[in-house]
């Protein structure tokens, strides 16, 4: 158990629609960081939190958001959704920094009909 | 845009011998890596990571080598054992905080 808690474990939706995936750090943990994993496409690093404040950037796409609440929760926001957001989502936490070990929730799975 | 690669999509030894997992990087600017465990239906585990200003790290029976000239790394795993039985990826981070993640090798060892 990584102590990083994600919800919900399953989702499964429809193109056009928009989908909100919630994950709670471990605690001490500053820092939230967002990954997709498609079938097609390894682990890609889509963003970073850092106690609130929008850190570092990676493959994101504009029809997705994520914030960071003065809890340290953080929520990750798909919209316009389409068949190929169907993905693993996963959320990590770390004390501060990219390079600090990472700590892994067990996913959400998004399934896009 | 592939700037790290893992060009063995898997890897089988026999329990006992060593694993070594290979991973090529394009972008010069990378300066921090680092290898990740997963194992079906769970989150990536993390393993061990390399400074580019070393060409060695070890923790117990993982190591890795850092080849700055030619943009490669590799994860020995001496012994290997069965529960080591996983896909492993190899990630590459630069000083704009940019992440990039290989695609994975599964590495099946055998009793």
């Known amino acids: ?8 474990k399953h989702l499964i ?22 990954y997709q994993q498609s079938l097609d ?9 850092y106690n609130g404040e929008e850190r570092a950037k990676g493959n994101i796409l504009e029809r997705f958001s994520a914030q960071q609440f003065p809890d340290l929760h953080s929520e990750l926001n798909l919209s316009s959704l ?28 998004l399934t896009v009909l | ?31 921090y890596f680092l290898w990740y465990k997963k194992y079906p239906a769970e989150g990536p585990t993390f393993l061990i990571s390399i ?7 070890e923790d117990g029976r993982f190591t890795v080598f850092l080849n700055k000239s030619a943009k490669h790394l ?10 080591d039985s996983a896909v492993y990826f190899c ?3 630069n000083n704009n905080n940019d992440m990039r993640f290989g695609a994975g090798t599964r590495l099946t060892v055998k009793p």
């Open chain 2, 51 to 57: 400074s580019s200003i070393k060409d060695k790290n």
């Open chain 1, 13 to 34: 939706t429809a193109t056009g629609q928009r989908v909100t995936l919630r994950c709670s750090p471990r605690s001490g943990d500053l820092s939230v960081y967002w």
């Open chain 1, 82 to 109: 389409e068949l190929g957001d169907s993905a693993l989502y996963f959320c990590a936490s770390s004390r501060d920094r990219l390079e600090d070990e990472q700590f892994f929730g067990p996913g959400t799975r």
């Open chain 1, 41 to 49: 496409q390894g682990l890609q690093f889509l963003i970073q939190y």
């Open chain 2, 1 to 31: 845009d592939q700037q790290v690669k893992q060009n063995s999509p898997s890897l089988s030894v026999q329990e006992g011998r060593i694993s070594i997992l290979n991973c090529d990087y394009t972008n010069s600017m990378f300066d």
């Open chain 2, 91 to 93: 990630a590459a981070i």
């Open chain 1, 1 to 8: 158990d990584s102590g990083v808690t994600q919800t919900p």
């Open chain 2, 74 to 83: 590799s994860l020995l795993i001496v012994p290997s054992q069965p529960g």
